[in-house]
């Protein structure tokens, strides 16, 4: 089966993580293999919100600005509905502090088809108040070699085809060079895409997780985006490549970003 990291959405406060298939289309998007997490760890990690459920992840890149994958919002009518959750570990009867969406910037160059430039960026009606919980990352500006260990997070489902976690995940996979990932996924995969999970399988986002945040060296590497299933084996998981997408979404953001809110990139 093949997964764009879209799909589900955590259906009103259900504790056992009862999930539903929204009119909109979605990708599947959570961490399989992985384990929970603090969002003191993870400060950037937001959760997207459609009519109050989960839709998908993001990072915070500055006080009003939230960078995520663009198959998350490219098939919505507009901002009403959507907010954006920080400073939460839950996402059931989240804590922390929550925006409305005032605007939706795509890559122009998005392509659903093929996923290709899978970016965009949300403008939030108001500022986060940074804390210990909230705070935003900085983005890569190019990509370490193959085999590193980086990490990603997400509430995605914890097993393909499984339900929505509450609590946030992490899970450490390795970059897989482009090259050897074209194997696994031929002409789809793009220069502006990076590969990442372990031999064997076992390890990967999955539903739920789309948007949110690749982490190599406290910096935004990769961008959930897309796969074949979750945590297969010989199907790395595929995301967004920030350094080579750095240009557009820094200025997209210094364009629409609160001033104070970008000094630290």
């Not at 790395?236 to 997209?252: D, K, Q, S």
């Amino acid at each position: 089966m093949f997964r764009i990291l879209i799909g589900l959405c955590l259906f009103g406060l259900s504790l056992a993580g009862t999930l539903f298939q929204s009119g909109v289309p979605m990708p599947d998007g959570r961490i399989v293999g992985g384990q929970d997490a603090d969002i003191r760890s993870y400060p950037h990690q937001i959760s997207m919100r459609y009519r109050g459920n989960h839709r998908c992840g993001g990072s915070i890149i500055a006080s009003n600005i939230i960078v995520s994958a663009a198959h998350c919002v490219n098939t919505l009518s507009g901002v009403a509905d959507l907010t954006i959750i920080a400073g939460t570990t839950q996402t059931i009867w989240p804590e922390g502090q929550e925006l409305a969406v005032r605007e939706i910037i795509i890559h122009e160059k998005y392509k659903s088809l093929y996923q290709d430039y899978d970016a965009a960026v949300l403008v939030l009606d108001g500022d986060f108040e940074f804390n210990e919980s909230v705070h935003p990352i900085e983005l890569a500006k190019e990509r370490p070699e193959h085999g590193t260990p980086v990490i990603v997070t997400g509430w995605g489902t914890t097993s393909e085809g499984g339900v929505i976690s509450n609590i946030l995940q992490q899970v450490e996979v390795n970059l897989v060079e482009n090259a050897q990932c074209k194997s696994s996924y031929s002409i789809m995969l793009t220069g502006r895409m990076l590969c990442a999970g372990v031999d064997g399988g076992g390890k990967d986002a999955c539903q739920g997780d789309s948007g949110g945040p690749l982490i190599y060296n406290n910096e935004l590497l990769g961008i959930v985006s897309w796969g074949t299933g979750c945590a297969r084996a010989k199907y790395p998981g595929v995301y967004a490549a920030v350094p080579e997408l750095r240009e557009w979404i820094l200025a997209t953001r210094n364009s629409k970003a609160n001033v104070g809110s970008i000094d630290f990139l």
